[in-house]
């Protein structure tokens, strides 16, 4: 029941998108914060549709810490590509709004 309390309050602090706010257009960001929270709740389903890249995007971050502890082997090769992948994902989501 905690987490659920948490969860309400994390959604009525969510960052408002400046460039939205300026200028009427998403940036390429937009959505993270939804799609975080989404995750939280476990639909995970709801968070791709928001912000495909929180896939690639977590479990990049999740690397990258454990690569600063632990000799990984083929790291650079995985970050790479974890990397690529990412901005594959959000350039596409990106493009994908505006048609």
């Known amino acids: 029941m905690q987490l659920r309390y948490f969860m309400i309050s994390l959604d009525d602090y969510m960052l408002p998108c400046l460039n939205k706010k300026f200028f009427g257009i998403e940036c390429p960001g937009c959505g993270a ?3 975080i929270s989404f995750l939280f709740k476990g639909e ?3 968070a791709f ?3 495909p890249a929180i896939f690639t995007i977590i479990p990049l971050l999740v690397f990258l810490l454990a690569d600063s ?3 990984i082997k083929h790291s ?4 790479i590509t974890l990397m690529v ?3 594959i994902l ?3 989501n990106y493009i994908l709004k505006f048609i």
Do not use: H, K
């Open 33 to 35: 914060q939804r799609a």
């Open 44 to 46: 995970f389903a709801d």
């Open 49 to 51: 549709a928001m912000y």
């Open 69 to 71: 502890f632990f000799t």
């Open 76 to 79: 650079n090769t995985i970050i």
């Open 85 to 87: 992948s990412s901005v």
């Open 90 to 92: 959000i350039l596409g």
